[in-house]
């Protein structure tokens, strides 16, 4: 490919918070290390659509404290054929992008890879996701502040359920990963999580009862995953009040609400180390790659194992939730 001179920036997919912090990062460490940068906006529609600015130091001030994302992202279904790929590839051509910066979650990961290997185009991936769902590394971007969203909604409904002796299932986001439910009930002090993870296992609902969860308690705080394999929030409650109607029951649905807000200082600091570390991996001449953090240090992760490859959840934190809620 020879040596890279530009590089250029997307975010694609649902926004995280601290993506901005991101940008920045990607965008600073770009410049110092003498590289011109292009901020794409609208993701990958926007290489389509020729959305390409010239971005400076100053393009990315007074940003790192703010949650979405100043370029934009956008569902694309353009790019998911071979056809706009191409358009996509003559876009960065005529502006002189060398290399792309992708942060997104998995599907836009996915993109990448795709895009990479039909055009020899080094890329790589930033972790934004507050699903926390991608393998190769410990947390994503975004994952922290919803975490910590979810524990300031689930104080709150706590006060209501306590109220009124209540139990309350509360549907947290995640798609098909159950890290936000598992982490966000063990941060709350809720009774139980019901994850998507163990769906096929047991029946969760059942051994929520059996094991005698409100023996001890007026009320009862249940996070629910989002999921088809879950049912989500609703399913559960339209069950307690078929299966068990001495309960009294209600459903708080989190939804969008987890995915906005100012990032904490662990997601900027996270985003600002992926960022720098995405243009050390340029300069290695590294390509689709996904940056990671193992054991607080960088990693870089092949892009077919960070798509491809499970995230386990640690039973342990099952059993600490389990443990802590009788």
Do not use: W
């Amino acid at each position: 490919m020879g040596i890279v001179k530009c590089v250029g920036i997307l975010t694609s997919g649902g926004d995280a918070p601290g993506m901005n912090a991101a940008i920045r990062a990607v965008t600073r460490a770009a410049i110092y290390n003498g590289l011109q940068v292009k901020g794409i906006y609208r993701g990958y529609k926007g290489l389509i659509t020729d959305e390409i600015v010239e971005f400076k130091s100053q393009n990315v001030s007074n940003i790192i404290q703010l949650g979405g994302t100043i370029l934009k992202t956008a569902r694309c279904k353009e790019f998911t054929t071979p056809e706009g790929r191409k358009v996509a590839y003559e876009a960065m051509q005529r502006h002189g992008i060398d290399a792309l910066v992708v942060i997104g979650g998995d599907g836009s990961l996915t993109g990448a890879r795709i895009f990479a290997q039909e055009h020899n185009v080094p890329c790589i991936g930033l972790p934004g996701t507050i699903d926390n769902d991608l393998y190769g590394t410990d947390t994503t971007i975004g994952y922290d502040t919803a975490l910590n969203t979810i524990l300031d909604a689930v104080d709150k409904i706590r006060d209501t359920a306590t109220s009124h002796d209540r139990l309350f299932f509360v549907e947290v986001m995640g798609r098909d990963a159950g890290f936000l439910a598992l982490n966000g009930a063990i941060a709350s002090g809720a009774e139980a999580a019901i994850i998507p993870e163990f769906n096929t296992e047991v029946d969760q609902l059942e051994e929520l009862i059996k094991s005698g969860f409100r023996k001890s308690k007026n009320s009862s705080i249940v996070l629910v995953a989002e999921s088809e394999l879950t049912g989500g929030a609703m399913h559960y409650a339209e069950r307690v009040k078929n299966e068990h109607p001495q309960y009294d029951v209600r459903v708080t649905i989190l939804g969008h609400v987890q995915r906005g807000g100012s990032p904490t200082a662990h997601d900027r600091i996270l985003a600002s180390r992926l960022g720098a570390a995405a243009i050390d991996a340029i300069m290695e001449d590294q390509r689709n790659v996904m940056i990671g953090i193992e054991n607080d240090e960088i990693v870089y992760v092949p892009f077919s194992k960070a798509i491809k490859n499970d995230k386990p959840i640690k039973r342990e934190l099952v059993n600490v939730l389990r443990t802590l809620s009788i």
